[in-house]
């Protein structure tokens, strides 16, 4: 049972556009999620998270989308870089860390210059 | 400062040996996470140790286990080892209570 869902496995946007990730989940008990940067042969690393409290968080040219209603999760890039070429990764947690975190199978994101 | 470590970076073993997969935390980081990412698939999540305990487990057989030592650094050994083993395995690391997990480059295990 899928919990965190990345349905597009790979997307390409043209360097300087807008980059859109989505992320579905199914549990309601999540209230805590993060999104995750992983490049070839290295581990995931942290970008940005966001608590069920906010519906959006910013940090520099990464942005977090939160719909609770519809369970939904976005993270928007701009402008987009070739730098950012990378797998990411949207995850879920219960209780604020004190639960595992449930990841989403992925996406790959790839930067036209 | 340095970040989450993981030995080795290969290990290559046999159908039905053990392997053993270390990994050392952030320095005052207390819990400590293993996730498998077979080929295609997601992260999924193995186990979770803090403060010496384990505090959740995955849906994995039995034959996946570990143990959290007094300096926070973990073990997973994969026992009985299967040829669908093969995955890179990630250790991550955080403060507990944290959901920001710090995570280090990875085991590949290669079982054939």
């Known amino acids: 049972d899928q919990q965190v869902k990345q349905n597009s496995p790979s997307l390409s946007v043209q360097e300087g556009r807008i980059s859109i990730l989505n992320c579905d989940y199914t549990?309601?008990?999540?209230?805590?999620f993060l999104w995750y940067k992983k490049y070839p042969a290295e581990g995931p690393t942290f970008l940005i998270s966001?608590?069920?409290?906010?519906d959006k968080n910013e940090d520099g040219r990464f942005t977090v989308f939160l719909n609770k209603s519809a369970k939904h999760l976005s993270l928007h890039i701009v402008p987009s870089q070739p730098g950012d070429s990378a797998v990411y990764f949207c995850?879920?947690?219960?209780?604020?860390?004190?639960?595992?975190?449930?990841f989403g199978t992925g996406t790959r994101l790839t930067i036209i210059p | 400062e340095a970040g989450v470590t993981q030995s080795p970076t290969h290990l290559i073993k046999t159908r039905g040996q053990q392997a053993t997969l270390r990994c050392s935390p952030i320095?005052?980081?207390?819990?400590v996470y293993w996730y498998q990412q077979a080929l295609g698939l997601g992260l999924q999540f193995l186990l979770w140790?803090?403060?010496?305990?384990?505090?959740n487990r995955g849906n994995f057989p039995p034959r996946f286990s570990g143990r959290q030592f007094p300096n926070y650094s973990s073990e997973l050994n994969v026992n009985a080892l299967e040829l669908e083993d093969s995955a890179l395995y990630l250790c991550?690391?955080?403060?507990?209570?944290?959901?920001?997990?710090?995570f280090g480059q990875g085991t590949r295990l290669t079982v054939v």
């Open positions: 995850a879920a947690a219960t209780n604020f860390g004190n639960e595992k975190l449930t």
């Open positions: 140790y803090d403060e010496g305990e384990e505090r």
């Open positions: 320095s005052g980081h207390t819990s």
């Open positions: 966001i608590s069920s409290i906010k």
């Open positions: 549990n309601s008990m999540f209230d805590y």
């Open positions: 991550a690391s955080s403060f507990t209570g944290f959901a920001e997990a710090f």
